[in-house]
């Protein structure tokens, strides 16, 4: 039973371009949720999806949006990319709305140049 | 605006002795406490958990305890193991999922 897998493991940017994250739940979990983790801070929560549709969102600007597939995969879009977005972004996946047990995939590094 | 503030960076026990992780938090909406491990290259896995109507629960060596009216949580590991070095996060749960900043325990035989 494949656990929480996320796409790519690193990434290198530079300032003002856009990237495209993705993230494959557990197997029969259909709630998708996404964290940023600075250096040396713990996980911020961004959004969470449920059923296609963005459910709850913290406190990220706009340049940072979503999406759910029919398949409840889901991925991560940030424009015009910004030094301070350089983080480890993870997907956790549940079963269900809310904050249940969580499970993480292992992150994407991305850097920004 | 942190509201899960774990203020300890590291924290270093002898094989065999209690770790003693603490927490405090700041809004009384947080219903439910969590706390997970995280080993290098990989996600923060979920370890234990603890209602806001509860003040204690127990799994195996980990123990969490709930100080509401302090706004406090620790997690006791009795008795540590090399294995545990990691480092452990504290979350609390209201509308969203916040977490504190992680402390790093290392373990030594």
């Known amino acids: 039973d494949a656990g929480v897998t996320q796409s790519p493991t690193h990434l290198i940017k530079t300032r003002g371009q856009q990237v495209t994250l993705r993230c494959s739940p557990k197997?029969?979990?259909?709630?998708v949720s996404w964290y940023q983790q600075a250096l040396g801070q713990g996980p911020q929560f961004i959004f969470q999806?449920?059923?296609?549709?963005?459910?709850q969102r913290g406190n990220f600007p706009d340049r940072f949006s979503g999406h759910q597939f029919p398949n409840y995969s889901s991925e991560l879009n940030v424009n015009a990319l910004l030094l301070g977005d350089s983080a480890l972004y993870l997907c956790?996946?549940?079963?269900?709305?809310?904050?249940?047990?969580?499970?993480f995939g292992p992150g994407t590094r991305l850097t920004v140049l | 605006d942190q509201q899960v503030k774990q203020n300890s960076p590291s924290l270093s026990v002898q094989e065999g002795r209690i770790s003693i992780l603490n927490c405090d938090y700041t809004n009384s909406m947080f219903d439910y406490f969590l706390w997970y491990k995280k080993y290098p290259a990989e996600g923060p896995t979920f370890l234990i958990s603890i209602s806001s109507i509860k003040d204690k629960n127990e799994d195996g060596r980990f123990t969490v305890f709930l100080n509401k009216s302090a706004k406090h949580l620790s997690l006791h590991i009795v008795p540590s193991q090399p294995g545990d070095s990691a480092v452990y996060f504290c979350a609390a749960r209201y509308y969203d999922m916040r977490f504190g900043a992680g402390t790093r325990l290392t373990v030594k035989p």
């Open positions: 197997s029969g979990h259909d709630t």
């Open positions: 999806y449920y059923e296609e549709e963005e459910r």
């Open positions: 956790a996946s549940s079963l269900g709305p809310g904050y249940g047990e969580q499970f």
